[in-house]
Nanobody, 119 residues
Framework: QVQLVESGGGSVQPGGSLRLSCAAS????????MGWYRQAPGKQRELVAT???????NYADSVKGRFTIARDNAKNTVYLQMTSLKPEDTAVYYC?????????????WGQGTQVTVSS
């Protein structure tokens, strides 16, 4: 059984920073691309950032220059450093990962962590 467990969400004022973490556990052979998505109330889930196993990154235009995605392959963990936060960044943030167990690769999702940016 594979699990993704997120941590680090919370409330912050505009201009503040938060760091999200997501750790994968279970009978994992290999983790390929990892990413962060978010869903604001009344909106569809959207991509925030992704990172390949080799460290290639991709960001949504709305977070470029403010958010940084990183991963530690030894710890099966992905991070999202968020700076210069804006009220429009308020959402539930989900991590996801393409994980190979035995010979099958499946996309797994975390349970989500709330990020609220408000004065």
């Amino acid at each position: 059984q594979v699990q993704l467990v997120e941590s680090g969400g919370g409330s912050v004022q505009p201009g503040g920073s938060l760091r999200l973490s997501c750790a994968a556990s279970g009978n994992i052979l290999r983790i390929n691309t990892m990413g962060w998505y978010r869903q604001a109330p009344g909106k569809q889930r959207e991509l925030v950032a992704t990172i390949t196993r080799n460290g290639n990154t991709n960001y949504a235009d709305s977070v470029k220059g403010r958010f940084t995605i990183a991963r530690d392959n030894a710890k099966n963990t992905v991070y999202l450093q968020m700076t210069s936060l804006k009220p429009e960044d308020t959402a539930v943030y989900y991590c996801n990962a393409d994980i190979t167990v035995l010979l099958t690769t499946t996309t797994y999702w975390g349970q989500g962590t709330q990020v609220t940016v408000s004065s």
